[in-house]
């Protein structure tokens, strides 16, 4: 006996609902802003509810239909904002998250195992800062099946109707993505020592200890602020660990009574800084070789607020 959409049952509310935490996890990912992924996530559960309970019936798979919705919508969202980020204030940073588990799941099964396993990404390392700026560089066509493949375990078929290209030049998009992270070498380390390389960051820069911080910062190390044209920061990359260092020392001298807590930024151990209980900094580091080589540094006040609704750790 056939069955027919009319003779299918409704997809259950909750299964529904329940993909929220999914597609959420790879719109972050994909647009590298909380704000952006929740929209993203939200026009897609409406583009579900527009259509007929009919419609909705003859979906055979809804999580796959939101699925390529939301990849659809987020690549769109990409392009539009290559264009809006060449006239954004200062450098442009991805939105740090708070220490959230829920950030780090996500679909763990097996992709059509086209590529070496060993060059896959875990969804921890995804979400680290470092990593974030390397999708950047990426075009919107391949940002979206580099995450989806080597990330989160689609199948080129599949993302080859999200991306409106063929399972063949999805996996050379992925490709040229892999290569992309690869030469951008990115820096590591086990997050017990950072936390520690961090903890004396942050001493040395209480104690306003010029020295201690140059010794604690690789000779070549770069810091990126991203105010957005919202709250002062410095506009250009600062270079060179006494330059880092110096700068570091003339804003805690400008911004008395400025209180810096050890935080999990983005799945790693970070700094965030606040004022009066509000939260106005949250500095991203990526060490190299036992020092800090990069430092993030976020103020924009609109890419914090998860940190100022955040519950407290």
């Avoid at 996996?171 to 086990?190: D, T």
């Avoid at 990526?286 to 924009?300: E, M, P």
């Amino acid at each position: 006996m056939n069955t027919t959409a009319s003779d299918r049952a409704e997809p259950d509310l909750s299964a529904l609902l329940g993909e929220r935490r999914r597609l959420t996890n790879l719109a972050y990912r994909l647009l590298g802003s909380l704000a952006e992924a929740e929209d993203a996530v939200q026009e897609t559960y409406a583009r579900w509810y527009a259509m007929s309970p009919q419609r909705q019936a003859a979906v055979e798979a809804p999580g796959a239909w939101l699925t390529t919705v939301a990849g659809r919508i987020c690549l769109d969202v990409l392009g539009s904002a290559r264009v809006r980020r060449e006239r954004y204030v200062g450098e442009w940073i991805p939105e740090p998250l708070p220490d959230r588990t829920e950030w780090f799941s996500g679909r763990t099964g097996e992709g059509d195992g086209s590529d070496d396993p060993a060059d896959r990404v875990t969804l921890d390392e995804s979400v680290n800062m470092a990593f974030l700026v390397v999708l950047e560089s990426m075009t919107p066509a391949e940002r979206v099946a580099f995450v989806l493949h080597d990330v989160f375990r689609y199948p080129f078929g599949e993302i080859s109707g999200i991306v409106g290209r063929t399972p063949a030049a999805c996996r050379q998009l992925a490709a040229s993505a892999r290569r992309r992270v690869r030469s951008a070498q990115l820096p590591s380390a086990p997050a017990a020592g950072q936390a520690g390389l961090v903890r004396e960051f942050k001493e040395a820069w209480e104690a306003k200890d010029i020295e201690a911080l140059v010794g604690l910062l690789d000779p070549a190390a770069t810091m990126t602020a991203d105010g957005g044209g919202a709250v002062g920061a410095v506009l250009h990359p600062v270079e060179g660990s006494e330059n880092i260092a110096a700068y570091l020392i003339h804003i805690a001298a400008k911004a008395p009574g400025l209180t810096l807590l050890e935080r999990t930024v983005n799945g790693v151990p970070g700094l965030v800084a606040q004022h009066s209980g509000v939260t106005v900094t949250v500095a991203a580091f990526g060490l190299a070789d036992g020092r800090v080589s990069r430092i993030w540094a976020v103020r924009n006040p609109e890419k914090l607020r998860p940190w100022n609704t955040a519950r407290p750790e």
